[in-house]
Nanobody
């Protein structure tokens, strides 16, 4: 099965912003739950944010007020707007779309 493709990662200074995108390999529908996860070196993958087809969102406490998740079903794309980033946000970010396998991830590195 073809994977979603994440993009938008890179190197950013603390306090800066990044916008991650995740392109689904096929159609997505209102019943697809979509989310972002991240995995820092030596740590387990953890949930960052999720969004339902109805637009209900959920965030990890560590990113509340700084990150915003959104989706565009027509463009088949999931987004993560990351503002006021911190060095502890450094990780590989993955998207997960229900019904599809994990993507390859995109590296986000925040310098202090």
């Amino acid at each position: 099965q073809v994977q979603p493709v994440e993009s938008g990662g890179g190197l950013v200074q603390a306090g800066g912003s990044l916008r991650l995108s995740c392109a689904a390999p096929g159609s997505i529908y209102s019943n697809n739950v979509m989310g972002w996860y991240r995995q820092a070196p030596g740590k387990q993958r953890q949930a960052v944010a999720s969004i339902t087809g109805g637009g209900h969102t959920n965030y990890a406490d560590s990113v509340k007020g700084r990150f915003t998740i959104s989706r565009d079903n027509i463009k088949r794309t999931l987004y993560l707007q990351m503002n006021s980033v911190k060095p502890e946000d450094t990780a590989v970010y993955y998207c997960l779309i229900s019904g599809y396998p994990w993507g390859q991830g995109t590296q986000v590195t925040v310098s202090s």
